[in-house]
């Protein structure tokens, strides 16, 4: 099992920043994930990154706005979210899967994680 526990989310206005963490114990896990769930949507996927590569993958609709990184000595994955939009209001789940992956494949789909956080709320007010 993955234990995760995430962190930092809030209320802040459009074109403000958050970053979340997850920290992340108990067996070791190969990639982890940042979705979200919006009020009224369906879980997606947000970003991506494994903990022995610096390969990461985004959702267009954040690309050049939010980064996921990695401190592998605090076993924490984090999304710094910047320039914020009221369309980013959500709830922000961390989630981690141990199964090997192939290079430059990381995960998308959310079945594909086998262990999730309690999630986060963010809001973006107008």
């Known amino acids: 099992q993955v234990q995760l526990v995430e962190s930092g989310g809030g209320l802040v206005q459009a074109g403000g920043s958050l970053r979340l963490s997850c920290a992340a114990s108990?067996?070791?896990?190969?990639?982890m994930a940042w979705f979200r769930q919006g009020p009224g949507k369906e879980r997606e996927f947000v970003a991506a990154?494994?903990?022995?590569?610096?390969?990461?993958r985004s959702a267009d609709s954040v690309k050049g706005r939010f980064t996921i990184s990695r401190d592998n000595s605090k076993n924490t994955v984090y999304l710094q979210m910047n320039s914020l939009k009221p369309e980013d209001t959500a709830v922000y789940y961390c989630?981690?899967?141990?199964?090997?992956?192939?290079?430059?494949?990381?995960?998308?789909?959310?079945?594909?994680?086998?262990?999730w956080g309690q999630g986060t709320q963010v809001t973006v007010s107008s």
């Open positions: 990154m494994s903990w022995s590569s610096t390969g990461t």
């Open positions: 108990g067996r070791t896990s190969v990639v």
């Open positions: 989630a981690a899967d141990s199964r090997p992956v192939r290079p430059f494949s990381l995960p998308t789909v959310r079945d594909r994680y086998a262990y």
